[in-house]
């Protein structure tokens, strides 16, 4: 299963601008992730935003989303850094500890991590193709 | 159809277009050296971090005295074992990127034990998730592992190292090389890339640019080399081919199409276009791709026909050719016109020193061929098979320059009366001296001065020689003028001149004008001729017989006498209708109150058969040549 699901990223990789393919991972996320509300997402990075409202129900507002890509935290309401927050860097999980997972490069390949307990926290369950990106705590 | 090809026009093409593939070959070997230099730097870094990875799993078990995975992992939980084995590593290569060790937790998932990176710094025992086949290959294999990164940005090769004690592997030493080696390799190699890029492409374009030019030069070669008419080659190929022609392989022909001045009179210009057109289709059916046809002028064609194999090809193609010619049909608005060729063919031009004596073989076998009644082949330079030399033809040139010289003579044949046995005048016979003696005959220069300055200056002089001679003299002389002669205000200004004073000599001059001369303008001719009556002169038609003047026009040129045409005379004894025809000409003369002179009498039969038939005067060699002298006036024919 991890392996099928880094050739996808890697194919992925292959064909896809950079910015395509962060969309494109992130939306595939987002598909294999499950909450007790509709899935409605919100990133403070424009562009991603953009490239993901092709694939995936976005808003414009963060107020009416239910899960937010934050690249930023700066850029956010504090409003919105309440709801499920999935982050873009690796650091970012320490500074938000409501953030349940990240998506990052890491020495020009492709990382995801999902916290376990903050999931459990934030009622998300993910589906058996993320399993492997599963860890316990931040290192 | 440019059938001979100069071999040394293609040199520079090939020269240049083997040039091109010799660049091609020498950027492609710089491309391979490139990629050569490259693999021996790869290896040379490898074989460097190769030894460095040894010396640190060394250390790793004899220092810090590591016997498994987790002996790896409690060393490196402690930040300052990090700190101190990150600086020992720090002094390798500065091409690294990313230097780190990774270990396999229990979930089978890589985990940063240590990064030396000075950029994008991993945490201690965060997951890494890679998905490179190698990272398993290396725990088959226990040996070291090259990934070449093609697809993650600015790195060019992962270099992945087993750290192994006691044969199991505890860790993997893992460093990135980014693209800056290369990128320095490439710097020094683009500026040489790029030259022989553009030597290529610049020769390129000029093998294309010569191909484009070769293209254009034989495009207008063919049309150079090509008659617009007949499509065949012009003499201007004969020129071109002329130096690789090798006379040993080549019959050479003359061919010409028989009577084709009076097809283009009777039919028109455009008819002769058509019987030119359609008998050089005849020619190139008729002859082999190994044959050169060619225009040589008018209805005039050279044959150069190929003999290597087989002499007698070349009489087998002229007669294929003479047999196709008359058997066409020649259709031209409705009417049929006939059509016949007359060839000399030369079978062995190798005998002549050069391609132009050759030729000129040729044309005195054509010029055999129409003497003796067209529409055949000969071989030889005598009908009778003998080897007579027949001069060449002359030009403006050879006229010009005998004028100067006054290598210009008459010769004078008898006109006789066999009633009376007596010479009534003479008929003055233009001739050339050439400067070795020999004597020329007007058959070899008048036909190529017509209608030229030369001409009408011969003629002049004739005239004044001929006058000078008999006008002390007691008979008469005939002078030849063709039509354009009469009308020439020069040549009438010169005889007013000569015989307005002098009635006399005026009246023992006669000009004889040919019937078959193309008469564009019958009263313009009359009001000449009235002129010279007035002077005293008289007119004779001459070769009655050959041309197609009808007798109205005959009669209304008010001739004084009418000689018979030698092509109807000379059969006389043996041909009834010539007979016939010549007999009717006397009468249909006596009615129109002209005497009749009959010429190339040449033998005792015709002489007695024209006594019978009644003609007033007989001339030819029977009765005497035509000398420089005039003859005594009384002589009795030996019949």
Redesign the interface.
């Known amino acids: 299963m991890r392996?099928l699901l880094?050739?996808f990223?890697?194919t992925l990789?292959?064909f896809g601008d950079s910015l395509g393919l962060e969309a494109k991972i992130i939306s595939f996320i987002v598909d294999n992730i499950s909450t007790n509300q509709e899935k409605i997402v919100f990133s403070d990075d424009t562009a991603l935003l953009n490239k993901l409202s092709q694939t995936t129900k976005t808003t414009q507002l963060c107020q009416n989303a239910s899960i937010i890509i934050v690249k930023d935290k700066q850029h956010l309401k504090q409003e919105c850094l309440k709801k499920k927050l999935f982050v873009l860097d690796?650091d970012c999980l320490e500074k938000l500890p409501t953030s349940f997972g990240a998506f990052f490069f890491?020495?020009?390949?492709?990382?995801?991590?999902f916290i376990e307990p903050r999931l459990e926290k934030e009622n998300i369950k993910i589906s058996n193709k993320l399993q492997?990106?599963l860890?316990e705590r931040i290192? | 159809m440019v059938k001979v090809i100069q071999p040394k026009h293609f040199l520079v093409p090939i020269g240049l277009f083997l040039l091109a593939l010799f660049f091609v070959y020498v950027y492609y070997s710089a491309i391979k050296s490139k990629e050569n230099i490259y693999s021996i730097i790869e290896n040379d870094m490898i074989s460097e971090y190769q030894e460095l990875f040894e010396n640190f799993n060394k250390y790793l078990v004899n220092k810090h005295n590591i016997k498994n995975k987790k002996d790896l992992l409690l060393l490196f939980q402690d930040k300052k074992n990090r700190d101190a084995t990150e600086e020992f590593l720090s002094l390798s290569s500065k091409n690294i990127k990313y230097l780190y060790i990774l270990q396999k937790d229990s979930k089978g998932r890589f985990r940063f034990l240590l990064d030396a990176s000075k950029t994008d710094k991993a945490r201690f025992y965060q997951k890494f998730d890679v998905d490179d086949q190698k990272y398993k290959t290396i725990y088959k294999t226990h040996k070291p592992q090259v990934i070449h990164q093609a697809h993650i940005d600015s790195l060019y090769l992962t270099y992945l190292y087993p750290l192994e004690v006691d044969g199991k592997i505890i860790g993997i030493a893992n460093i990135d090389i980014d693209t800056s080696f290369k990128k320095e390799i490439a710097k020094l190699i683009t500026p040489y890339e790029l030259l022989f890029q553009a030597i290529v492409i610049f020769i390129i374009l000029i093998v294309v640019l010569i191909i484009f030019q070769f293209f254009y030069y034989y495009k207008s070669r063919h049309k150079l080399f090509s008659d617009p008419l007949t499509k065949l080659f012009n003499r201007h190929y004969l020129k071109e081919i002329v130096e690789y022609l090798n006379l040993n392989n080549y019959a050479i022909a003359m061919l010409d199409l028989d009577k084709f001045k009076t097809i283009n009179d009777v039919y028109g210009h455009d008819a002769g276009d058509y019987v030119l057109q359609q008998s050089a289709k005849i020619f190139k059916n008729s002859i082999r791709d190994s044959d050169i046809m060619i225009r040589y002028g008018g209805e005039e064609f050279l044959l150069l026909i190929y003999t290597r194999h087989e002499k007698t090809n070349a009489l087998e193609v002229c007669e294929r050719i003479r047999t196709n010619i008359e058997d066409y049909e020649f259709n031209y608005s409705d009417q049929t016109i006939d059509v016949t060729v007359s060839i000399g063919l030369n079978l062995s031009p190798v005998e002549s020193k050069t391609i132009d004596n050759a030729i000129k073989v040729a044309d005195q076998k054509l010029y055999i061929a129409k003497q003796n009644g067209r529409n055949m082949i000969v071989t030889t330079l005598s009908h009778q098979g003998e080897s007579k030399l027949i001069p060449e033809k002359k030009g403006v040139d050879f006229v010009k320059h005998a004028i100067f010289d006054n290598r210009v003579l008459c010769f004078y044949q008898p006109i006789y009366d066999p009633k009376t046995s007596q010479i009534v005048k003479y008929e003055a016979l233009v001739r050339i001296k050439e400067k070795d003696g020999k004597i020329v005959s007007p058959f070899f220069f008048m036909p190529n001065i017509e209608h030229t300055n030369i001409h009408y200056k011969i003629t002049k002089l004739i005239i004044s020689m001929v006058l000078d001679k008999f006008e002390n003299e007691k008979l008469g002389v005939s002078i030849n003028l063709n039509y354009s002669d009469f009308i020439n205000k020069d040549i009438l200004k010169l005889i007013e001149e000569r015989l307005s004073g002098n009635k006399e000599l005026a009246s023992r001059i006669t000009f004889e004008i040919l019937e078959s001369d193309e008469i564009e303008n019958i009263t313009l001719l009359q009001t000449k001729i009235e002129k010279l009556h007035s002077l005293g002169c008289h007119i004779s038609i001459d070769d009655f017989g050959s041309g197609y003047s009808n007798f109205k026009t005959v009669l209304d040129m008010e001739a004084d006498f009418l000689k018979i045409d030698g092509s109807l005379v000379k059969n006389i004894a043996i041909n009834q209708k010539d007979c016939k025809v010549v007999s009717n000409i006397i009468n249909f003369a006596k009615d129109a109150n002209m005497k009749t002179i009959a010429e190339f009498v040449h033998s005792k039969e015709v002489y007695e058969k024209l006594v019978e038939l009644d003609v007033d005067y007989m001339q030819g060699y029977f009765i005497a040549e035509p000398q420089p002298q005039l003859k005594e006036a009384s002589f009795k024919v030996d019949v």
């Open positions: 392996i880094l050739v990223i890697f990789s292959l690796y890491k020495k020009g390949r492709v990382n995801i991590v492997p990106y860890e290192w």
